[in-house]
């Protein structure tokens, strides 16, 4: 059985109110949920609250599922949806302030984490939403370019573009801040 | 050999908190049950105006009971109180089904 007929088999079940398959659903989409909405709002607690509310439209609207896509695309969307709008709500833009510059002092307070989740984590909060964002979904969630576009709503060659330059950014974050660890990179 | 970007990012998965799918749950219980109650409330409201409107009907028609060549008046706070008696009691049952809904 492929994923998607796994995932149909559940949805329905969803459909029909079955609590446990929605947990099910959860359990299974909602790390990979939390790394999207992580790499937007740069705030894990915030980001779990937010992930906590678009479950439950999911499970609001999922009678409206109608399989035209993959159930992840469609999850996935709301996800980027919605924390774009709780980005934009939040008008203290943090993630400008950290756009381009890492400052010297957060250099060698980020250098004190040693794991390389920690590491890579740390990377991946200093970069622009939308680089960080198509990075998880391309090489995380396995998507492939068009599922990004989907995802996103970006035009292919934008997903390109970023996630190129989304690659490029994190090697020379991960040697700024990690400098020996990470020289393979 | 694998790209070391994607090797990276595979291994930096983040997690939610270990009560995450409970939290919501109960979020998605107690929205339930907010909305079972909303639908309860309306219920009530319909009742109520139901009531109400057949109240208005018998206040303006006046009631009159003829038996044995006798016609007895029956003055009109009578049914109304009746009416109003029935109507709170009903209010009482579905106020009280309101409080004990458990999804």
Same mark, same amino acid.
């Given at each position: 059985?492929?994923?998607?007929?796994?995932?149909? %088999?559940?949805?329905?079940?969803?459909?029909?109110?079955?609590?446990?398959?929605?947990?099910?659903?959860?359990?299974? /989409?909602?790390?990979?949920?939390?790394?999207?909405?992580?790499?937007? %709002?740069?705030?894990?607690?915030?980001?779990?609250?937010?992930?906590?509310?678009?479950?439950?439209?999911? /499970?609001?609207?999922?009678?409206?599922?109608?399989?035209?896509?993959? &159930?992840?695309?469609?999850?996935?969307? &709301?996800?980027?949806?919605?924390?774009?709008?709780?980005?934009?709500?939040?008008?203290?833009?943090?993630?400008?302030?950290?756009?381009?510059?890492?400052?010297?002092?957060?250099?060698? #307070? #980020?250098?004190?984490?040693?794991?390389?989740?920690?590491?890579?984590?740390?990377?991946?909060?200093?970069?622009?939403?939308?680089?960080?964002?198509?990075?998880?979904? &391309?090489?995380?969630?396995?998507? #492939?370019?068009?599922?990004?576009?989907?995802?996103?709503?970006?035009?292919?060659?934008?997903?390109?573009?970023?996630?190129?330059?989304?690659?490029?950014?994190?090697?020379?974050?991960?040697?700024?801040?990690?400098?020996?660890?990470?020289?393979?990179? | 050999?694998?790209?070391?970007?994607?090797?990276?990012?595979?291994?930096?998965?983040?997690?939610?908190?270990?009560?995450?799918?409970?939290?919501?749950?109960?979020?998605?219980?107690?929205?339930?049950?907010?909305?079972?109650?909303?639908?309860?409330?309306?219920?009530?409201?319909?009742?109520?105006?139901?009531?109400?409107?057949?109240?208005?009907?018998?206040?303006?028609?006046?009631?009159?009971?003829?038996?044995?060549?006798?016609?007895?008046?029956?003055?009109?706070?009578?049914?109304?109180?009746?009416?109003?008696?029935?109507?709170?009691?009903?209010?009482?049952?579905?106020?009280?089904?309101?409080?004990?809904?458990?999804?």
């Amino acid at each position: 059985m492929t994923n998607e007929e796994h995932d149909k %088999l559940i949805i329905e079940r969803v459909k029909n109110g079955d609590h446990t398959a929605f947990r099910q659903l959860v359990d299974k /989409y909602k790390d990979d949920s939390l790394a999207l909405a992580c790499s937007i %709002l740069k705030d894990q607690d915030l980001a779990e609250d937010v992930l906590q509310d678009v479950f439950i439209k999911i /499970y609001d609207k999922i009678k409206s599922f109608k399989y035209q896509s993959a &159930f992840y695309t469609w999850l996935y969307r &709301f996800v980027v949806n919605k924390c774009y709008n709780e980005l934009r709500k939040h008008k203290k833009n943090r993630v400008e302030m950290k756009d381009d510059m890492i400052t010297s002092d957060e250099l060698s #307070k #980020k250098s004190d984490a040693v794991d390389q989740k920690t590491m890579i984590n740390t990377a991946l909060d200093l970069m622009k939403p939308d680089e960080a964002l198509v990075l998880r979904l &391309f090489y995380l969630s396995e998507l #492939k370019i068009e599922e990004v576009v989907q995802v996103t709503g970006f035009g292919a060659s934008k997903v390109k573009v970023t996630l190129h330059r989304a690659r490029k950014s994190l090697a020379e974050t991960l040697r700024k801040l990690f400098g020996k660890e990470i020289e393979e990179l | 050999m694998k790209d070391p970007i994607e090797k990276l990012l595979k291994e930096s998965k983040v997690e939610t908190s270990h009560d995450f799918t409970d939290q919501l749950i109960n979020k998605l219980d107690r929205k339930l049950e907010r909305k079972m109650r909303l639908g309860l409330y309306l219920l009530m409201a319909f009742v109520l105006t139901f009531f109400g409107a057949i109240v208005f009907v018998w206040i303006q028609s006046g009631y009159q009971i003829s038996a044995f060549g006798l016609s007895v008046a029956i003055p009109k706070t009578g049914p109304i109180l009746a009416l109003s008696l029935v109507v709170f009691l009903v209010l009482m049952h579905v106020r009280n089904l309101v409080r004990q809904v458990d999804i």
